[in-house]
């Protein structure tokens, strides 16, 4: 059984949803660390209503969907040794997943995290060490 269950070409609509949807509030976040100390009023409306919480939400739902649509996308040549290094990933980003959860836990028992926090860093763990885990056997 194969949990891949996207073609390949669905890592470009992976990547530039995860582009789209992460980079515009991050730049206009940036950029109004720039205007705030300048901002007039006049201004004020539409960089509140564009940063709205609902708005980042969405975006961040979309964000964390990008990112598995990529990682459920199959590769170009799939085959077992593959969904070998995809599981091996997955184990070993689960594991780190939860160390750092833990970790945090014990530093402070009453943090709280936002859901699209550990699914962040879930994803992009998984992501990293299954890239570095391909690229051992080239």
Do not use: W
């Not at 669905?10 to 730049?27: A, E, M, Q, R, Y």
């Not at 109004?32 to 201004?43: A, D």
């Amino acid at each position: 059984m194969s949990l891949q269950i996207l073609p390949n070409r669905f890592k470009i609509v992976g990547l530039f949803t995860f582009f789209i949807f992460c980079g515009i509030p991050s730049i206009i976040s940036f950029f109004m660390g720039f205007t705030q100390p300048f901002e007039s009023n006049e201004n004020s409306p539409f960089l509140h209503e564009l940063l709205n919480p609902t708005i980042m939400k969405y975006a961040n739902i979309f964000t964390i969907l990008g990112m598995l649509v990529y990682m459920l996308s199959k590769e170009k040549v799939e085959d077992d040794y593959i969904t070998k290094l995809r599981l091996e990933s997955y184990q070993l980003a689960t594991i780190l997943c939860l160390a750092i959860t833990f970790i945090l836990h014990l530093i402070n028992s009453e943090m709280m995290f936002n859901l699209s926090y550990p699914l962040y860093i879930f994803i992009t763990i998984y992501l990293i060490i299954f890239y570095f885990k391909k690229r051992q056997i080239h």
